[in-house]
């Protein structure tokens, strides 16, 4: 008899909030330099990816236990029904790999079978391209990059990287740089008074205003990325104006957000947006571990600030107020909560929350060193995730080997260019170094 595991109330959640105009997957792209050879990377997916029990296992509902959702062992577990070989239509350009990336992402998972799909995208002009979809219900972004990682080693041999006791400090903070602060309220009880504040703030904040980002979802999605802009740069223009890197690479999303609504003809004057930004709750230690383990924050984005350092400073003080508040904790016992409850109750509180915000926004600091996968050289990294609460606009930000990359996910029925908003955000950030006179 196979092996059934209860599912976490929290994971549950996020299972739950599957719908299929916003797919609960992270998407995650592997640009690598040259092309990989199929055989090595089953054979490397199927021995690194089997210490992590939930991919070899699927979803089940069991009515003997009281109708809980469990993970069972998938008894006929085959590497061979988790992995696609594709090749990009001729020239295989940036253009056509964000298509197949877009179809993609649109695509749900085979819930009959353990919640992850990598497909290998060959032909196009720099090498292969290793594209990852991982159900959100088996873990989080901190956690899946862990995994990824474990995938990949220093040198091109086949020798798996050390784990180690991760910094939380590859870029000068960890995910917006809130991990060490959200975790120490973990250990303070004295501010559930603040935290019960915080949960009224959440229930009487207003909802977002109209924008071309918000609107009724397709089954669609658009996927862009940028090109890598040097993780130094942003250090730079963070000093001369006393803002960290994030602060740097919030601000400059928001500007690039400004920036597409003006060549949309749309208004901006007055208007600010909120981004929902998950928030690190794991120990240090324990970023491996799978499941869901991070909270939630509604971050102001001033859109309608015109100039670029007005807008970094009032981003900066947004910021700072957000990390000393328990908010994130709060948000993590309403999931909790919300994956204990019927499905129509869960998904009203989805659009409750949802129609606060327009956005997700999630910045997680990758590997300073080049590292590779099956041989080969990972070029670049990027990464995806679902916007839910039915949102239709998600803006990812990954640093990888001294490179920082802006990846942005769209409703295709209300943006159907996001590559524009990634041209924008590097417009914007040469407009905010000159301001820095760097």
Excluded: C
Excluded at 46 to 68: E, Y
Excluded at 158 to 181: C, F, M, Y
């Amino acid at each position: 008899m196979t092996r059934l595991v209860p599912m976490a109330s929290v994971d549950a959640a996020w299972l739950g909030m599957e719908d299929p105009t916003n797919l609960m997957m992270v998407t995650g792209l592997l640009a690598l330099d040259g092309k990989a050879d199929p055989k090595r990377l089953h054979t490397l997916l199927d021995k690194r990816l089997a210490p992590f029990g939930r991919f070899h296992q699927r979803v089940v509902r069991p009515r003997t236990r009281a109708g809980m959702l469990h993970w069972q062992d998938e008894a006929s577990f085959d590497i061979e029904n988790h992995v696609t070989h594709v090749a990009l239509p001729a020239p295989g350009g940036d253009k056509a790999l964000r298509h197949m990336v877009s179809e993609l992402m649109s695509t749900p998972l085979d819930t009959t079978k353990p919640l992850w799909h990598v497909h290998l995208i060959d032909g196009h002009e720099r090498g292969s391209v290793v594209l990852a979809r991982i159900h959100h219900a088996i873990a989080d972004g901190i956690a899946l990059v862990q995994v990824m990682l474990s995938l990949t080693d220093s040198t091109p041999a086949a020798a798996p990287r050390p784990r180690r006791k991760p910094s939380g400090n590859s870029n000068g903070a960890g995910p917006l740089g809130w991990i060490s602060g959200a975790v120490r309220l973990l250990d303070n009880p004295g501010r559930i008074a603040e935290g019960a504040y915080r949960l009224g703030r959440l229930v009487v904040l207003p909802p977002d205003p109209p924008t071309a980002f918000k609107g009724a979802l397709g089954r669609r999605k658009r996927a862009a990325w940028s090109n890598p802009v040097p993780l130094d740069d942003f250090k730079t223009v963070g000093k001369a104006f006393g803002a960290t890197v994030n602060d740097v690479l919030v601000a400059t999303a928001t500007g690039a957000l400004r920036r597409y609504l003006e060549k949309r003809g749309e208004p901006t004057s007055g208007v600010a947006i909120r981004a929902s930004v998950p928030v690190n709750l794991r120990r240090l230690d324990e970023a491996h571990k799978l499941g869901n383990a991070f909270g939630l924050v509604f971050l102001t984005l001033p859109i309608g600030i015109a100039d670029p350092v007005k807008r970094l400073r009032a981003v900066k003080k947004e910021m700072d107020e957000l990390k000393r508040s328990p908010e994130a904790l709060v948000a993590f016992a309403v999931l909790n909560v919300m994956g204990l409850t019927p499905v129509e109750v869960e998904k009203a509180g989805l659009r409750f929350f949802g129609s606060k915000a327009t956005a997700v926004l999630t910045n997680v600091p990758g590997p300073r060193e080049p590292l590779y996968l099956a041989g080969r050289k990972i070029d670049q990294v990027m990464f995806w995730v679902p916007q839910s609460g039915r949102l239709g606009l998600g803006i990812s930000i990954l640093s990888y080997a001294g490179g920082v990359m802006l990846g942005v996910a769209t409703d295709e029925g209300l943006v159907a260019d996001p590559e524009r908003i990634v041209a924008e955000f590097e417009r914007e950030f040469k407009a905010l170094r000159q301001k820095a006179r760097v």
